[in-house]
């Protein structure tokens, strides 16, 4: 994850461990945006809509990376994700004022996920860990929305097939469906990405991508839909939940599609 974007993706010369923390941070403020409400008092409050957990994996190493200041938590809620960033930093936006002149603006960006990049890839360790905190999270939230995985890696398992963890993961459920394992596959192919394929046929002759197609989730049904509203392109019945030669923008649409359960409008009356 330490070397650079090809020149033809969205995120061309930044490093990938980079671009994955920005998203992933720009993300999760989306999502706390998306669910705050405003009371009758003027005040604004944090829906507890969704719980998150982001794991890092690298060398024999596995563990939760949301530096939120809540440290032996892996499930962290959207109020105290909201509450609890590791930094605040004054990142640069170029906007159109109202001359139509570009301009640039600084802009507060809430940080919980610092960019790491290291040798190996040990993604069966990571699938096993997401789970058991996968079962755990559905054995408690029965009648919730089934838990949602998205694996984000730039390398072949360095410790295994995963195949039969991603079936394990594929078998757990509450009472709204099974859970969903999702994958994106950040390459050096400098060409756009392959998004939502129904084939593995789709990809390129690479025999990890085709893997990873194997284990990634069919995406349901009513989902689908929602994925061809936000792409604004179609998505054919039996796609799969990969992403081939991911870049930034289609490492964040990945984010935003899996979340839409947790980004609905509320209809809510204070």
């Known amino acids: 994850m330490a070397e650079p974007f090809g020149m033809a993706q969205a995120g061309a010369g930044r490093r990938k461990c980079d671009m994955v923390a920005t998203v992933l941070n720009g993300f999760l403020n989306e999502l706390i945006v998306a669910n705050t409400v405003a009371q009758r008092d003027g005040t604004t409050?944090?829906?507890?809509?969704?719980?998150?957990?982001?794991?890092?994996?690298?060398?024999?190493?596995?563990?939760?990376?949301?530096?939120?200041?809540?440290?032996?938590?892996?499930?962290?809620?959207?109020?105290?994700?909201?509450?609890?960033?590791?930094?605040?930093?004054?990142?640069?936006?170029?906007?159109i004022d109202d001359t139509g002149q570009e301009i640039e603006i600084t802009v507060p960006f809430p940080v919980w996920v610092k960019a790491k990049a290291g040798g190996g890839t040990p993604m069966c360790?990571?699938?096993?860990?997401?789970?058991?905190?996968?079962?755990?999270?559905?054995?408690?939230?029965?009648?919730?929305?089934?838990?949602?995985?998205?694996?984000?890696?730039?390398?072949?398992?360095?410790?295994?097939?995963?195949?039969?963890?991603?079936?394990?993961?594929?078998e757990i459920r509450t009472n709204d469906g099974h859970a969903l394992l999702f994958n994106v596959h950040i390459t050096d192919f400098n060409l756009a990405p392959v998004t939502y394929p129904v084939s593995s046929e789709e990809l390129p002759a690479d025999e990890y991508a085709r893997l990873l197609f194997d284990i990634s989730s069919e995406i349901p049904e009513s989902s689908r839909q929602l994925l061809r509203s936000l792409l604004n392109k179609d998505i054919q019945p039996g796609a799969r939940g990969i992403i081939f030669n991911g870049d930034a923008a289609s490492v964040r649409q990945m984010f935003v599609f899996a979340s839409v359960p947790a980004t609905q409008p509320l209809n809510v009356h204070e």
Do not use: C, K
Not at 150 to 157: K, L, S, W
């Open 125 to 170: 360790m990571a699938l096993e860990q997401a789970r058991d905190l996968a079962q755990e999270w559905a054995t408690n939230h029965p009648d919730s929305y089934p838990p949602v995985i998205i694996n984000v890696t730039d390398g072949v398992a360095s410790d295994g097939d995963p195949s039969e963890l991603a079936r394990q993961i594929s």
């Open 45 to 95: 409050e944090v829906r507890p809509r969704a719980e998150v957990v982001v794991l890092g994996y690298e060398g024999i190493s596995v563990g939760p990376v949301l530096q939120s200041g809540l440290p032996g938590q892996a499930f962290i809620g959207l109020p105290e994700l909201q509450m609890n960033p590791f930094d605040i930093e004054r990142r640069r936006r170029t906007e």
